[in-house]
């Protein structure tokens, strides 16, 4: 279950980047509810320093994404939607959104895996500061 909420984590850091947030050390939460599970898992924290290049080329951060890829991305406002698809030992497909407000953001993804699995996380994000 651990192994599977760091996965969600590893998904939730580039997806940060694409809403091209301020550059700077910024701290992740991550809380994921799995199907079957009695609780969510979480919430994990991380630090994450985002450079300029990552806020002004998101794409960057999004070619480091592993087995994921990203696509129909959509930005409204301050919300930007996608579909994400990976493969590797734990194959899933799903969407999300993030939704930036300068110095901090929310987002969520849905993802499944086949046998009716599903796994669904919130992600939140505060800018600390310089890196």
């Known amino acids: 279950m651990i192994r599977i909420t760091l996965f969600a984590l590893s998904l939730a850091l580039p997806c940060a980047a694409l809403a091209?947030?301020?550059?700077?050390?910024?701290?992740?939460?991550?809380?994921?509810?799995?199907?079957?599970?009695?609780?969510?898992?979480?919430?994990?924290?991380?630090?994450?320093?985002?450079?300029?290049?990552?806020?002004?080329?998101?794409?960057?951060?999004?070619?480091?994404?592993?087995?994921?890829?990203?696509?129909?991305?959509?930005?409204?406002?301050?919300?930007?939607?996608?579909?994400?698809?990976?493969?590797?030992?734990l194959p899933m497909a799903g969407t999300g959104s993030l939704r930036t407000s300068g110095d901090s953001f929310t987002g969520q993804l849905d993802l499944g895996a086949g046998s009716g699995f599903r796994m669904n996380t919130n992600i939140s994000g505060r800018r600390l500061g310089p890196c």
């Not at 199907?35 to 320093?49: E, I």
């Not at 998101?58 to 301050?78: D, H, I, K, M």
């Open 20 to 89: 091209q947030v301020q550059p700077g050390s910024w701290e992740l939460t991550v809380i994921t509810q799995m199907t079957d599970a009695d609780k969510p898992t979480g919430p994990l924290k991380k630090t994450q320093c985002f450079t300029e290049e990552d806020a002004n080329d998101p794409s960057r951060v999004l070619g480091a994404g592993g087995t994921c890829q990203f696509s129909n991305r959509r930005e409204v406002g301050n919300t930007l939607s996608f579909d994400v698809k990976c493969s590797g030992a």
